[in-house]
């Protein structure tokens, strides 16, 4: 079983999916609030949440995040449907913090 989980609407858990990762589709905010503190408690290592999703979280939810630390790592993805988007640098602010040094996508 993949210790990677995401939590994605269903446009985007294709693109995981064929990544290799367990994507968990959710149709809407509310729903994927409900599994992001089941997934914390989890044995997963990583967990991947589409930042689309995170408008809709709860003040609780929100909170919880905030204050999580070690396993699993949280990272929100964004689905990157504009062509123009800076991947690298969105992914280097997100996993520099997390894993101590840049991370060269080329």
Do not use: Q, W
Request: with cysteine; net charge negative.
């Amino acid at each position: 079983m993949s210790k990677i989980v995401a939590i994605a609407h269903p446009s985007s858990a294709l693109t995981l999916g064929l990544a290799g990762i367990r994507v968990e589709e959710v149709l809407n905010e509310h729903a994927a609030d409900r599994r992001v503190e089941e997934l914390l408690k989890s044995d997963a290592e990583m967990l991947l949440i589409d930042e689309e999703l995170r408008s809709g979280f709860s003040e609780y939810t929100e909170l919880v995040l905030s204050r999580h630390k070690g396993l699993p790592l949280v990272i929100f993805c964004p689905a990157f449907r504009d062509e123009e988007a800076d991947t690298s640098k969105y992914i280097n602010a997100i996993l520099k913090p997390a894993v101590g040094f840049e991370i060269r996508l080329d």
